[in-house]
């Protein structure tokens, strides 16, 4: 049984940070690529950082984020964080962890997590 399970969400003041996990099991790890993905309320699901499941781990990012988000994979751990900085309050939303395998139509979702920036 596959499973994704975020953690690390929570409320934090303008500027400042928070780290999210995401431990998978159940999967080949190191077949998937692993993705941040975000949904505000009344907006839709977006794509926030993804990380590749090749030898240069690649990532990505939209440009809402580049410069102040980062994300990394521990593949002994079979894990993928994201490490958010100088956060803002339109980074408020879910976040889901989500593993998409490199070479055929499969993908997994984690629960979510919510991450809140108010002061």
């Known amino acids: 049984q596959v499973q994704l399970v975020e953690s690390g969400g929570g409320l934090v003041q303008p500027g400042g940070s928070l780290r999210l996990s995401c431990a998978a099991s159940?999967?080949?790890?190191?077949?998937?690529?692993m993705n941040w993905y975000r949904q505000a309320p009344g907006k839709g699901r977006e794509l926030v950082a993804g990380i590749s499941g090749t030898n240069d781990d690649s990532a990505n990012y939209a440009d809402s984020v580049k410069g102040r988000f980062t994300i990394s994979r521990d593949t002994v751990k079979n894990t993928v964080s994201l490490q958010m900085n100088s956060l803002r309050p339109e980074d408020t939303a879910v976040y889901y962890c989500?593993?998409?395998?490199?070479?055929?139509?499969?993908?997994?979702w984690g629960q979510g997590t919510q991450v809140t920036v108010s002061s």
């Open positions: 159940g999967l080949n790890f190191g077949w998937f690529a």
């Open positions: 989500n593993a998409k395998h490199r070479l055929i139509e499969l993908m997994y």
